[in-house]
């Protein structure tokens, strides 16, 4: 069961395998992703996880969740002060495992309050978990980056088919919002691929909610 990792263009490595010495080596950021959960409510059509074959044989996909001990027993054969940053990602939503994430952050931030903590999410965190999520988040995380993915409800709907429906959209962007009031670091990000026309449609919504916007390559 991979639980931490790191990325390389895309290929994931467990921090089992790799040294800091050969990330340096190798030009891998020095990032620690914690993998907790295949699960999410949403279906993209270009997620790795709908895709049966790929989920099975990726080496993210978990038979099953670590529990909140096993992440932490991972973290303690590890010099986390080496790492720049620790990042809540892996191959589902991060927040459908709210209780993880907070327990797993007060860890992280008792053992070095300077070590940068994100949350990678799809924004549904507050529909997932029925209540706002942002003041539980508050001290325990740095960095809040939201897939914003689609200039509008229909269009954002159409590429995450999640199973809240339409209103999702404005729920998402609520939750955007509502971090900016307990999260140092909001930011949308959007893949490159979308089309210019696209981009400058999202930028719009971005500054409307004054919050960053950031394109990403797709990988
Ligand atoms: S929100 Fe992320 S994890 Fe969920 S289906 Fe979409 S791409 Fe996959």
């Known amino acids: 069961m991979v639980i931490l990792y790191t990325s390389d263009k895309g290929n994931f490595i467990s921090l089992k395998n790799i040294t800091i010495d050969e990330m340096e080596a190798r030009g891998i950021k020095k990032n620690i992703y914690v993998n907790l959960t295949n699960r999410c409510p949403c279906a ?10 790929m989920a099975e044989t990726n080496s993210l996909w978990l038979q099953k969740e670590p529990t909140i001990e096993e992440v932490i027993a991972e973290f303690e054969s590890i010099d986390i002060s080496l790492y720049d940053e620790i990042i809540f990602c892996g191959f589902g939503e991060p927040t459908e495992r709210l209780d993880a994430i907070i327990e797993i952050s007060k860890y992280i931030k008792k053992r070095n309050s300077n070590m940068p903590t994100r949350i990678n999410t799809n924004g549904l965190g507050d529909l997932i978990n029925k209540k706002e999520i942002a003041p539980l988040l508050k001290d325990l995380i740095d960095t809040v980056s939201i897939s914003l993915n689609a200039p ?7 590429i995450t088919k999640n199973k809240f429906g339409i209103e999702s959209y404005e729920a998402m962007k609520k939750f955007a919002v509502s971090c900016k009031s307990y999260i140092p670091n909001v930011v949308f990000t959007v893949v490159d691929c979308i089309g210019e026309d696209d981009i ?17 390559p797709f990988e």
């Open 44 to 53: 993209c059509t270009f997620c790795l996880r709908t895709t049966k074959k």
């Open 152 to 158: 509008t409800a229909e269009e954002f709907y159409e």
């Open 200 to 216: 400058k449609t999202i930028q719009k919504v971005c500054d409307d909610l004054g919050i960053k916007l950031r394109v990403r």
